[in-house]
């Protein structure tokens, strides 16, 4: 039990004390509660109290002798019966239930509101009946003497269910978009309905017509947008809360259009539900983080209960100081304020033991239970654990004994408990002891430096008014311990503060620019002053104080500007280029891993690139060598004509000897081979050509050779030729199947031999007149012999050339070379 002191009003929550896990068993968890002296003072008010996921809204039957409650998962509701503290039947739905009323006394007759638009009636047995409506609903409320169930939701109409008819009658048309809540009196049976924009519609369901319309938003302080309506109450038969989306309640009496009362929650959260407490003349308010008990007429606040989850409903028991409280979690809270009124008859028992009852702080763990992530688990040398009895696995890591816990803690960190200890003692005897020289200082000790900035941003605030107003981090006694305790000391040395350093040295050195402007501004401020005051003529004070500058001067600032900002970018990016540099070769995490797949496949690409830049680096060092002895040599000369063919180089006439042996670079190597491959290949193709001309002037010889032998003999003598010297003869055009001399010199002529023939009569080719078909044709008979004159006049001085290179280059044999070891 946990005991809660606000404004001398004590809150009791019959919901706190020890946790036990589910998954214990029933024996274990009998045991656990019989071991623990503080589990014997432990009140269990009503037994299995809590849903197994989340409670969404939870109700007291009218004759009080029946809690009802809805939650998941699945969605169902328990009903808990008061007289023998314990639950007494449970029902599952469809779907989740998005409120639900009880219409008689006890649990006989209910209806639920379901988020699939369903809304189902049971009876004592079970489902009664299961119908579908319009639109999706948001609230219903029951009205007795006609027996119609009002149902509100994303529309404007109020739906009207008859339950004695078992139909539908014709909807109330509001002219609000949307209805959030609705409410009937219990007195005079007014049916009220919270419309989206801020306002209250009231109607009378005997006439089915509007009454009046109360607009809500108008009334709101300091509110910039219409807020919703999203609660109402009735107190009585004249008075009414109304709650808001912007976290306002308002009382009402419904014969005025101004609020008696408004109330502000201060969390700008909705109201979910309202309740009242006639004896106390108390409001209860609930929000998703707060449940309020104010004054309803003068609105101080009397107690407060913040949720460690988002709460979602509540309700109370007339006549007495309990309520129950619905929220995100597993558990339903029950609280207990005596201020508001007694215990209940079913838990009067509660009266005398509030005096007894001393405060208890309730653990988010369990006491017998220490929760271990697997990293804690590896420190401490249990891993050979998992999957025993001895470890219970739980989101991301394990339950694992206390005491097995404490001892393997003390066996892996055995001077821990001595540090502590020793801490304790230095930290009071430096609180005890006083320095003979008390220097008072403002800065604290521990972040001195965050403790500067927040100062020197106090003294000089910006000009946003929410800055000026913020309270300083200094003085508030929620950050006191960021300044005193070492443990929230700044780790400059961490990773993330290293990654984080060249922003963090960005934003100060922009500071610093911006506290150097306003000092300078202020000085030129004050000499402009000064000789304002000399002159007597005030025409050109704009000019004076700088206000109108000429265009050499801005832009002339606008450079300087633009340069300062290029250089603090750049070293922006090299600070943050270092720092992650630094983290990458510090952090293990970074390290090559050469047994991952992906490494192995690139391996081969790897060395091969290793190795060409290997030949790459040995051809230029033996290359820089050879140079380096041929400008021994050249410099010995007198004549530099033979520098050039020397080193293979086409110099210009300006270049000295010196200049021969820095330009042997790699550039100067690779061009070489390629110049040595590219002659290689025109040796090559220059050689073939040759061959070939060779074979077709053999081929005429050959086929007159071939023709003489042919022609048919007569008694052993050759026939004579014809009368004009010509002879012919008539051979099948299919007699050689393609393979005659034309086809067989087409075949091993190449494509590049083709397209220069058939250029060369295109070229020959010339029109006569208009007609394209006039053509006539020019034939040179000389121009073969002339080609092949000219190739065989080039080959001669070609190799005249080489053989006076041959004799004027020496070769690289003859020179003395030294002997370099590569490693």
Same mark, same amino acid.
């Given at each position: 039990?946990?005991?809660?002191?606000?404004?001398?009003?004590?809150?009791?929550?019959?919901?706190?004390?020890?946790?036990?896990?589910?998954?214990?068993?029933?024996?274990?968890?009998?045991?656990?509660?019989?071991?623990?002296?503080?589990?014997?003072?432990?009140?269990?008010?009503?037994?299995?109290?809590?849903?197994?996921?989340?409670?969404?809204?939870?109700?007291?039957?009218?004759?009080?002798?029946?809690?009802?409650?809805?939650?998941?998962?699945?969605?169902?509701?328990?009903?808990?019966?008061?007289?023998?503290?314990?639950?007494?039947?449970?029902?599952?739905?469809?779907?989740?239930?998005?409120?639900?009323?009880?219409?008689?006394?006890?649990?006989?007759?209910?209806?639920?509101?379901?988020?699939?638009?369903?809304?189902?009636?049971?009876?004592?047995?079970?489902?009664?009946?299961?119908?579908?409506?319009?639109?999706?609903?948001?609230?219903?409320?029951?009205?007795?003497?006609?027996?119609?169930?009002?149902?509100?939701?994303?529309?404007?109409?109020?739906?009207?269910?008859?339950?004695?008819?078992?139909?539908?009658?014709?909807?109330?048309?509001?002219?609000?978009?949307?209805?959030?809540?609705?409410?009937?009196?219990?007195?005079?049976?007014?049916?009220?309905?919270?419309?989206?924009?801020?306002?209250?519609?009231?109607?009378?369901?005997?006439?089915?017509?509007?009454?009046?319309?109360?607009?809500?938003?108008?009334?709101?302080?300091?509110?910039?947008?219409?807020?919703?309506?999203?609660?109402?109450?009735?107190?009585?038969?004249?008075?009414?809360?109304?709650?808001?989306?912007?976290?306002?309640?308002?009382?009402?009496?419904?014969?005025?259009?101004?609020?008696?009362?408004?109330?502000?929650?201060?969390?700008?959260?909705?109201?979910?539900?309202?309740?009242?407490?006639?004896?106390?003349?108390?409001?209860?308010?609930?929000?998703?983080?707060?449940?309020?008990?104010?004054?309803?007429?003068?609105?101080?606040?009397?107690?407060?209960?913040?949720?460690?989850?988002?709460?979602?409903?509540?309700?109370?028991?007339?006549?007495?100081?309990?309520?129950?409280?619905?929220?995100?979690?597993?558990?339903?809270?029950?609280?207990?304020?005596?201020?508001?009124?007694?215990?209940?008859?079913?838990?009067?028992?509660?009266?005398?033991?509030?005096?007894?009852?001393?405060?208890?702080?309730?653990?988010?763990?369990?006491?017998?239970?220490?929760?271990?992530?697997?990293?804690?688990?590896?420190?401490?040398?249990?891993?050979?654990?998992?999957?025993?009895?001895?470890?219970?696995?739980?989101?991301?890591?394990?339950?694992?004994?206390?005491?097995?816990?404490?001892?393997? *803690?003390?066996? &892996? @960190?055995?001077?821990?408990?001595?540090?502590?200890?020793? #801490?304790?003692?230095? %930290?009071?005897? /430096? +609180?005890?002891?006083?320095?003979?020289?008390?220097?008072?200082?403002?800065?604290?000790?521990?972040?001195?430096?965050?403790?500067?900035?927040?100062?020197?941003?106090?003294?000089?605030?910006?000009?946003?008014?929410?800055?000026?107003?913020?309270?300083?981090?200094?003085?508030?006694?929620?950050?006191?311990?960021?300044?005193?305790?070492?443990?929230?000391?700044?780790?400059?040395?961490?990773?993330?503060?290293?990654?984080?350093?060249?922003?963090?040295?960005?934003?100060?050195?922009?500071?610093?620019?911006?506290? *150097?402007?306003? &000092? @300078?501004?202020?000085?030129?401020?004050?000499?402009?002053? #000064?000789?304002?005051? %000399?002159?007597? /003529? +005030?025409?050109?004070?704009?000019?004076?104080?700088?206000?109108?500058?000429?265009?050499?001067?801005?832009?002339?600032?606008?450079?300087?500007?633009?340069?300062?900002?290029?250089?603090?970018?750049?070293?922006?990016?090299?600070?943050?280029?270092?720092?992650?540099?630094?983290?990458?070769?510090?952090?293990?995490?970074?390290?090559?891993?050469?047994?991952?797949?992906?490494?192995?496949?690139?391996?081969?690409?790897?060395?091969?690139?290793?190795?060409?830049?290997?030949?790459?680096?040995?051809?230029?060092?033996?290359?820089?060598? &050879?140079?380096?002895?041929?400008?021994?040599?050249?410099?010995?000369?007198?004549?530099?004509?033979?520098? /050039?063919?020397?080193?293979?180089?086409?110099?210009?006439?300006?270049?000295?000897?010196?200049?021969?042996?820095?330009?042997?670079?790699?550039?100067?190597?690779?061009?070489?081979?390629?110049?040595?491959?590219?002659?290689?290949?025109?040796?090559?193709?220059?050689?073939?050509?040759?061959?070939?001309?060779?074979?077709?002037?053999?081929?005429?010889?050959?086929?007159?050779?071939?023709?003489?032998?042919?022609?048919?003999?007569?008694?052993?003598?050759?026939?004579?030729?014809?009368?004009?010297?010509?002879?012919?003869?008539?051979?099948?055009?299919?007699?050689?199947?393609?393979?005659?001399?034309?086809?067989?010199?087409?075949?091993?002529?190449?494509?590049?031999?083709?397209?220069?023939?058939?250029?060369?009569?295109?070229?020959?080719?010339?029109?006569?007149?208009?007609?394209?078909?006039?053509?006539?044709?020019?034939?040179?008979?000389?121009?073969?012999?002339?080609?092949?004159?000219?190739?065989?006049?080039?080959?001669?001085?070609?190799?005249?050339?080489?053989?006076?290179?041959?004799?004027?280059?020496?070769?690289?044999?003859?020179?003395?070379?030294?002997?370099?070891?590569?490693?």
């Amino acid at each position: 039990m946990f005991v809660n002191e606000v404004n001398d009003v004590k809150i009791y929550n019959l919901s706190a004390g020890k946790s036990v896990p589910d998954w214990l068993t029933d024996r274990r968890k009998r045991s656990q509660l019989m071991k623990k002296v503080d589990s014997r003072r432990q009140i269990e008010l009503i037994q299995d109290f809590d849903m197994p996921g989340v409670c969404t809204s939870i109700r007291m039957s009218p004759d009080q002798q029946y809690i009802l409650a809805t939650g998941t998962y699945k969605p169902r509701v328990k009903c808990f019966e008061v007289s023998n503290l314990s639950i007494k039947f449970e029902r599952c739905f469809d779907a989740e239930v998005t409120t639900f009323e009880v219409i008689s006394d006890d649990y006989s007759k209910m209806v639920f509101l379901q988020c699939d638009r369903y809304v189902e009636i049971h009876a004592a047995h079970g489902r009664h009946y299961r119908l579908r409506i319009p639109r999706f609903g948001r609230d219903m409320k029951y009205h007795k003497p006609s027996c119609d169930m009002f149902i509100v939701g994303v529309s404007r109409d109020i739906f009207r269910l008859n339950l004695e008819r078992g139909q539908f009658l014709q909807p109330l048309e509001t002219d609000g978009s949307c209805l959030n809540a609705c409410e009937v009196n219990p007195e005079h049976h007014l049916l009220i309905a919270g419309t989206k924009e801020g306002t209250v519609e009231a109607w009378d369901p005997r006439t089915k017509q509007r009454c009046s319309t109360l607009d809500v938003a108008m009334k709101l302080p300091g509110v910039k947008e219409f807020p919703s309506v999203t609660a109402l109450k009735f107190r009585n038969g004249l008075h009414m809360g109304v709650g808001t989306a912007s976290g306002h309640v308002l009382i009402y009496d419904i014969r005025a259009k101004q609020p008696l009362l408004v109330k502000n929650h201060l969390n700008r959260l909705p109201i979910k539900r309202l309740a009242f407490n006639p004896a106390q003349n108390a409001v209860y308010s609930l929000d998703e983080a707060t449940l309020k008990l104010w004054d309803e007429q003068t609105g101080k606040q009397i107690a407060y209960v913040e949720s460690t989850s988002s709460f979602n409903d509540f309700c109370t028991i007339p006549d007495t100081g309990m309520f129950f409280v619905a929220q995100e979690d597993v558990k339903m809270m029950t609280y207990y304020v005596p201020a508001m009124g007694p215990a209940p008859r079913w838990c009067s028992f509660l009266d005398n033991l509030t005096e007894e009852i001393e405060s208890e702080v309730v653990e988010n763990v369990y006491d017998d239970y220490q929760f271990v992530t697997a990293k804690e688990l590896a420190e401490l040398g249990m891993e050979h654990l998992v999957g025993s009895n001895l470890l219970k696995g739980y989101m991301h890591g394990y339950f694992m004994d206390a005491r097995l816990y404490n001892k393997a *803690k003390a066996v &892996v @960190e055995p001077f821990a408990f001595d540090r502590f200890r020793k #801490d304790k003692v230095r %930290q009071e005897i /430096e +609180s005890e002891r006083k320095s003979r020289l008390q220097i008072e200082s403002k800065l604290p000790k521990v972040n001195k430096e965050l403790a500067l900035k927040i100062m020197d941003e106090q003294a000089n605030p910006s000009n946003s008014a929410k800055q000026r107003n913020v309270p300083s981090l200094l003085e508030d006694s929620r950050f006191k311990a960021m300044f005193e305790n070492a443990d929230f000391e700044v780790n400059k040395s961490a990773e993330e503060y290293r990654l984080l350093a060249p922003v963090l040295n960005r934003l100060d050195k922009s500071k610093a620019k911006e506290l *150097k402007k306003r &000092v @300078e501004v202020a000085h030129v401020a004050e000499l402009h002053a #000064d000789e304002a005051q %000399q002159r007597e /003529e +005030s025409d050109n004070d704009e000019d004076l104080f700088g206000f109108e500058k000429s265009d050499g001067e801005t832009k002339d600032d606008s450079g300087d500007e633009a340069s300062s900002d290029d250089d603090d970018r750049r070293e922006y990016v090299k600070e943050m280029k270092q720092a992650y540099k630094q983290a990458m070769f510090e952090n293990a995490d970074f390290e090559v891993n050469k047994s991952a797949e992906e490494y192995r496949l690139l391996a081969p690409v790897l060395n091969r690139l290793d190795k060409s830049k290997a030949k790459e680096l040995k051809k230029r060092v033996e290359v820089a060598h &050879v140079a380096e002895l041929h400008a021994d040599e050249a410099q010995q000369r007198e004549e530099s004509d033979n520098d /050039e063919d020397l080193f293979g180089f086409e110099k210009s006439d300006g270049e000295t000897k010196d200049d021969s042996g820095d330009e042997a670079s790699s550039d100067d190597d690779d061009r070489r081979e390629y110049v040595k491959e590219m002659k290689q290949a025109y040796k090559q193709v220059k050689r073939q050509r040759e061959e070939e001309e060779e074979l077709e002037e053999d081929e005429p010889q050959q086929d007159e050779i071939s023709d003489v032998a042919k022609r048919p003999q007569t008694n052993g003598h050759s026939p004579q030729p014809t009368t004009n010297g010509n002879r012919f003869t008539l051979t099948p055009l299919d007699q050689h199947q393609g393979s005659s001399l034309l086809q067989q010199r087409i075949k091993k002529a190449s494509l590049q031999d083709r397209v220069k023939v058939m250029s060369q009569l295109e070229g020959q080719v010339t029109n006569v007149g208009r007609s394209l078909g006039n053509r006539q044709m020019t034939f040179e008979v000389n121009k073969q012999k002339k080609s092949q004159f000219h190739a065989k006049k080039r080959e001669a001085e070609m190799k005249k050339h080489r053989e006076e290179r041959r004799s004027i280059v020496r070769p690289i044999k003859s020179l003395r070379l030294k002997k370099v070891n590569f490693k």
